[in-house]
């Protein structure tokens, strides 16, 4: 049963993630287009790994973690009372690059479909 609600608040606070980068007024974080790749919470609900990928690389996503680092507190506070959790989990973001990984990969199939 743990199993199970801990998939289910990943699922929400993946979502609600989202819609805060939205908000948030930060350059580092607005100009750029951003993805929540997952979001991996802790037995015990008190870490929150958040993988974020960049459409512009995996350069970008790294800028972009700086500034979503320094706007965890808020992220934090905002994800306690849309969830309504006692106690919000502790955010680590994580640069990673599987967006750039996938166009990488669709490339290469375009290619050769043209080949042939």
């Given at each position: 049963?743990?199993?199970?609600r801990?998939s289910r608040i990943?699922?929400d ?9 939205r908000e948030?007024?930060d ?12 979001a991996d919470?802790?037995g015990?609900?008190s870490?929150?790994k958040v993988?974020i990928?960049?459409?512009e690389g995996?350069d970008r996503a790294?800028e972009a973690?700086k ?5 965890a ?6 994800l ?10 502790e955010?680590?973001?994580?640069p990673?690059d599987?967006?750039e990984h ?15």
């Open positions: 049963m743990a199993g199970y801990n990943s699922e606070m993946k979502r609600e993630i989202c819609a805060l980068i948030l007024k350059p580092r974080v607005k100009d750029c287009m951003l993805s929540v790749v997952k919470v802790s015990d609900l870490y929150c993988y990928s960049a459409m995996l790294k973690v500034g979503l680092q320094s706007a507190g808020y992220m934090r506070h905002e306690s009372n849309r969830l309504h959790l006692r106690r919000c989990p955010l680590k973001f994580i990673d599987s967006i996938s166009a990488q990969i669709t490339r290469m199939l375009e290619d050769l479909e043209g080949e042939a």
